[in-house]
């Protein structure tokens, strides 16, 4: 499998060149095929809902990433054997792949990360079985992993949509609401009846108390603790609680602003507190637990 950590000289000796072929060995045979989307629209039929919606746009966001990673695979090692000249590209891609990071152009039609090749890797193929699994079987899986989806914020408004259709609101009335479950994210066995359950992100700067269902300070060394599954609902915009919630930003990573692709914000979810709070221009919030920087993260390092 591919080689370890963030940094350092080539390993073993091994010329630069060595240790690239043996990475693009190890990638080519584990890089999934793409997904076939016509077989997929045509099981949908006239079916199509919000959620269909999505599932379909990360399929195809995903196949122009598969694609772009096997044919740049498949160039480097034809350049390596001598059958292409080397490009300003293939120095770049080796330069980043013996110090196990992320080609530049890989990372930039991929989601926001931190992470270094080998466990980035890993999360692709995690990604894709997911919408494998969601794609064959056209249902939600009982919990979304809504931290590996490309484009989280458009399966949120998929609930806002979804039910908006079925309770007859204007779409622009509806907002969402996040209800924190008792459950592990492998302890779901159906989607509820409303909304969507939800899991993949960690709370920093607190913790999730589950005894009391809500915030509370961090415990020492525990810097990311694991959320549990969330409910994600929709509701009129007049029903918006005004106090005993904290609108807790999530981000994908935890470097909150710059990177690439930029920005790191994706929504607020709404999140149950004892300490005070107040109603601002960007929501409800606890004075604390912003001076305490809490957010949600989808990724953590």
């Known amino acids: 499998s591919i080689g370890g950590g963030g ?56 196949n122009g990433l598969l694609s772009e990673i096997r044919q740049s695979l498949k160039e480097l090692r034809l350049g390596l054997d001598g059958a292409l000249n080397i490009s300003d590209k293939m120095e770049t891609m080796m330069d980043r792949m013996v110090i196990f990071k992320i080609p530049p152009f890989w990372e930039k039609m991929a989601w926001r990360t931190n992470k270094n090749l080998t466990i980035w890797f890993a999360d692709v193929n995690q990604r894709v079985t997911q919408l494998q699994e969601w794609g064959a079987s056209i249902s939600m899986p009982p919990s979304l992993w809504l ?9 949120i408004t998929a609930v806002m949509q979804t039910t908006a259709r079925k309770r007859g609101w204007p ?4 907002v969402t609401f996040t209800d924190p479950t008792t459950m592990d994210w492998e302890e779901a066995d159906q ?6 359950f939800v899991h993949g992100m960690f709370i920093e700067g607190a913790r999730w108390d589950r005894e009391s269902g809500e915030i509370r300070d961090s ?42 692709p930029p920005g790191s914000y994706v929504f607020f979810a709404t999140l149950k507190t004892s300490e ?26």
């Open 7 to 62: 940094g350092g000289g080539v390993a073993g000796g091994k010329s630069r060149e060595q240790v690239v072929d043996g990475i693009i060995t190890d990638l080519a045979a584990n890089l999934p095929e793409n997904f076939d989307n016509v077989e997929l629209k045509e099981k949908i039929g006239d079916n199509l809902t919000p959620y269909l919606v999505v599932l379909i746009q990360e399929r195809e966001r995903f």
């Open 147 to 155: 931290a590996g989806c490309f484009n989280p914020m458009a399966f």
């Open 171 to 174: 779409l622009d009335d509806v």
């Open 191 to 196: 989607q509820p009846e409303e909304g969507a």
């Open 219 to 260: 415990f020492l060394r525990d810097l990311t603790p694991q959320m549990p599954i969330m409910h994600v609902v929709a509701i009129p915009r007049t029903e918006i609680k005004v106090e005993g919630y904290h609108d807790t930003p999530v981000y994908y990573v935890s470097q909150r602003g710059g990177g690439n």
């Open 276 to 301: 005070t709070t107040t109603r601002g221009l960007y929501g409800v919030y606890s004075y604390k637990w912003v001076l305490a920087g809490v957010g949600l993260l989808m990724q953590v390092e």
